[in-house]
């Protein structure tokens, strides 16, 4: 079995199994006990959470442990929209984003009155003038992605950085894609919120973490005084060990493993050449996300094909009982009546894929699609 989908999640590394086995091995006690068991467990939180932080190039105050990039998404969205009302009542976003962003400020919309804008992409991109023309006084947050999950595409994040130091308006990002892939320094871009999730870079699935410079904001869980009040309920200490090593690792590579994914995305492209398809992912992707149509193709038959080769691919969108949901990230590129929601798969690799997989699979793709 061949995995080639590494946007949806990908494998844990040896590094990180053993960190987690040792983690579980100390027996940690709840961390907010008193007692010495528990003073050893928020001891190793302490590492933990400093370790983050100095990957992030920020202190270990401003870093929240979470559920993952859902939760993330969800406490700094509803969070700070809540406390902040007052203020206004209108947030920013784009129609590209991941549904726990969309979903969430739909619920916004509907039970708070809050009003959204949608920043449509023109020609594939969210453009800045757009993003100036739809900041208003009553603006409170603008959230968008770092890089798309579906494509790869990046969005203009640090010139929205600057853009956004003239006005009041929170600055968060979604970052789940590229943390782990790219030297993250939030504080330098401008940024408020930035949700990670650990299991987009070969931690465990169940935790992520979401920066907060410093903003005010109201817990998504209430209960007890975890994480400096902002996040209730006893932290999975096995799951932080997991991800402050991954993140770690992915950091001591960071350089290697991009050249590499690059040199996997283009060794399939070249090997691809000689079968008619079009690309959905723009230039300024993240080489780890191939987003690629072939027309005339039908993706849920394609996706069947190559699963029963061996081969694990997605189309990004979701799938409901067999049949693949219709992309939002394409329709918003190309309209809703746009064959290439049904012509295109999305292939996601990692540093641990090797050439020969991506040319197995490039060649099996043209033993199922060409003449
Ligand atoms: N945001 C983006 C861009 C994602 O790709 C994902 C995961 O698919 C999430 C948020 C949600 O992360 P999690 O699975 O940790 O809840």
Same mark, same amino acid.
């Given at each position: 079995m061949i995995y080639l989908d590494n946007a949806a999640t990908t494998p844990l590394t040896e590094s990180v199994i053993a960190e987690m086995t040792q983690a579980m091995t100390l027996q940690l006690a709840n961390p907010s006990s008193i007692h010495t068991h528990g003073r050893l467990a928020s001891q190793k939180l302490r590492e933990y959470r400093q370790t983050v932080a100095s990957l992030l190039s920020t202190?270990? =105050? =401003?870093i929240i442990f979470t559920s993952g990039g859902t939760e993330s998404n969800n406490t700094a969205l509803k969070g700070y929209a809540l406390a902040h009302q007052e203020k206004g009542k209108h947030i920013i976003t784009s129609a590209l984003e991941h549904h726990s962003v969309l979903h969430t400020l739909e619920y916004l919309e509907k039970h708070f009155g809050f009003e959204v804008t949608y920043l449509q992409p023109v020609n594939g991109d969210i453009r800045l003038e757009d993003l100036r023309a739809a900041?208003?006084?009553?603006?409170?947050l603008v959230s968008l992605m770092y890089a798309n999950n579906e494509t790869g595409d990046m969005l203009p994040i640090a010139k929205v950085g600057d853009l956004l130091k003239d006005h009041s308006a929170a600055f968060h990002v979604d970052a789940v894609q590229v943390a782990g892939k790219i030297l993250l320094e939030p504080e330098k871009l401008g940024i408020d919120f930035m949700s990670i999730s650990a299991h987009k870079f070969h931690g465990p699935k169940g935790v992520g973490i979401l920066y907060n410079n410093r903003m005010l904001f109201d817990p998504l869980l209430h209960g007890g005084e975890q994480e400096d009040k902002h996040r209730a309920s006893t932290e999975n200490l096995i799951g932080i060990a997991g991800m402050t090593k991954a993140l770690a690792d992915s950091h001591d590579h960071l350089d290697e493993n991009w050249n590499k994914v690059t040199r996997l995305n283009q060794a399939f492209l070249e090997q691809l050449s000689g079968l008619d398809f079009y690309l959905n992912s723009k230039a300024k992707a993240i080489p780890h996300v191939l987003n690629i149509g072939f027309p005339g193709a039908n993706n849920g038959v394609l996706l069947t094909q190559l699963d029963l080769q061996g081969y694990s691919v997605s189309t990004g969108s979701a799938c409901t009982a067999g049949t693949v949901d219709p992309s939002h990230v394409l329709a918003a590129k190309y309209g809703d009546d746009s064959p290439k929601l049904q012509e295109s798969i999305r292939i996601s690799f990692s540093e641990l894929n090797t050439e020969e997989e991506v040319i197995g699979l490039a060649n099996l793709l043209k033993s199922l699609l060409g003449d």
């Amino acid at each position: 079995m061949i995995y080639l989908d590494n946007a949806a999640t990908t494998p844990l590394t040896e590094s990180v199994i053993a960190e987690m086995t040792q983690a579980m091995t100390l027996q940690l006690a709840n961390p907010s006990s008193i007692h010495t068991h528990g003073r050893l467990a928020s001891q190793k939180l302490r590492e933990y959470r400093q370790t983050v932080a100095s990957l992030l190039s920020t202190t270990p =105050n =401003n870093i929240i442990f979470t559920s993952g990039g859902t939760e993330s998404n969800n406490t700094a969205l509803k969070g700070y929209a809540l406390a902040h009302q007052e203020k206004g009542k209108h947030i920013i976003t784009s129609a590209l984003e991941h549904h726990s962003v969309l979903h969430t400020l739909e619920y916004l919309e509907k039970h708070f009155g809050f009003e959204v804008t949608y920043l449509q992409p023109v020609n594939g991109d969210i453009r800045l003038e757009d993003l100036r023309a739809a900041l208003r006084e009553d603006t409170i947050l603008v959230s968008l992605m770092y890089a798309n999950n579906e494509t790869g595409d990046m969005l203009p994040i640090a010139k929205v950085g600057d853009l956004l130091k003239d006005h009041s308006a929170a600055f968060h990002v979604d970052a789940v894609q590229v943390a782990g892939k790219i030297l993250l320094e939030p504080e330098k871009l401008g940024i408020d919120f930035m949700s990670i999730s650990a299991h987009k870079f070969h931690g465990p699935k169940g935790v992520g973490i979401l920066y907060n410079n410093r903003m005010l904001f109201d817990p998504l869980l209430h209960g007890g005084e975890q994480e400096d009040k902002h996040r209730a309920s006893t932290e999975n200490l096995i799951g932080i060990a997991g991800m402050t090593k991954a993140l770690a690792d992915s950091h001591d590579h960071l350089d290697e493993n991009w050249n590499k994914v690059t040199r996997l995305n283009q060794a399939f492209l070249e090997q691809l050449s000689g079968l008619d398809f079009y690309l959905n992912s723009k230039a300024k992707a993240i080489p780890h996300v191939l987003n690629i149509g072939f027309p005339g193709a039908n993706n849920g038959v394609l996706l069947t094909q190559l699963d029963l080769q061996g081969y694990s691919v997605s189309t990004g969108s979701a799938c409901t009982a067999g049949t693949v949901d219709p992309s939002h990230v394409l329709a918003a590129k190309y309209g809703d009546d746009s064959p290439k929601l049904q012509e295109s798969i999305r292939i996601s690799f990692s540093e641990l894929n090797t050439e020969e997989e991506v040319i197995g699979l490039a060649n099996l793709l043209k033993s199922l699609l060409g003449d």
